[in-house]
């Protein structure tokens, strides 16, 4: 008897504690001391395990913000008189534009989340977009592809850290909402992102071992950049 009386009991101060978390509590406890201007903290569109994922999902916009403006800037390089490869600038304008929608798609995601965007600079890899004006062709898309494959390592690292699988213990971090956006929108673009540049970067080493054509192929390459 004692024991189920003390079950009864700790059943309801769990159930009193998670009380305080709801907004009806918040608009009662508002409306008993006659305060308008009291806050409602629990009175927003936070839920499942998106507190957990928020840092690293302001910190993968950042990514796809800083490198929408690195791959214009490969853009412009190669829209110019001294380069004229406007198949190349074609290519990187079109992921220019892509991780900008990017950003702008998760920056909204965050806030219908109950989140809010911070802007913060986000360190990669020294050698990603190091050196960018002094790159040629092949060293151009070597660089996008790796820069591909580290924003879909972000994606995969968020996906896992939300999903079913990762948390079975521990639902409080789960968010099938989440894992489903980030599932959808990005994994099967930058997969298709990533297997083009890299059959884009093997042709291009092939056709630059062969000294004496160089410049034929690149123009040709270009071209057909140009149509694709």
């Not at 406007?86 to 806030?111: C, M, Q, V, Y």
């Not at 972000?154 to 896992?160: D, E, Q």
């Not at 990005?186 to 298709?192: G, I, L, R, S, V």
Request: proline share 2%.
């Amino acid at each position: 008897m004692k024991i189920f009386v003390a079950l009864v009991t700790i059943a309801l101060a769990i159930v009193g504690t998670s009380a305080t978390n709801h907004c009806y509590v918040d608009v009662e406890n508002t409306c008993s001391n006659n305060n308008p201007d009291d806050n409602l903290p629990n009175c927003n569109a936070i839920y499942a395990g998106f507190p957990h994922a928020q840092s690293a999902l302001q910190e993968f916009t950042m990514m796809q913000i800083q490198s929408s403006f690195e791959y214009l800037l490969l853009s412009s390089k190669y829209n110019t008189h001294v380069k004229n490869r406007p198949g190349f600038a074609k290519k990187f304008r079109e992921l220019s534009d892509r991780s900008w929608n990017n950003g702008i798609d998760l920056i909204k995601h965050i806030t219908k989340r109950g989140g809010k965007m911070e802007f913060r600079k986000v360190e990669k890899p020294r050698h990603l977009f190091e050196h960018t004006l002094e790159l040629d062709e092949l060293h151009s898309v070597a660089i996008v592809l790796e820069n591909e494959k580290f924003l879909a390592k972000s994606a995969h690292h968020i996906h896992h850290s939300v999903s079913h699988a990762n948390h079975t213990n521990h639902s409080a971090r789960y968010d099938a909402e989440l894992a489903h956006h980030i599932e959808e929108k990005y994994f099967e673009d930058q997969a298709e992102t990533i297997r083009k540049f890299s059959g884009y970067a093997n042709d291009l080493k092939h056709f630059m071992q062969e000294k004496s054509q160089v410049a034929l192929s690149l123009y040709l390459f270009d071209e057909y950049l140009q149509k694709e």
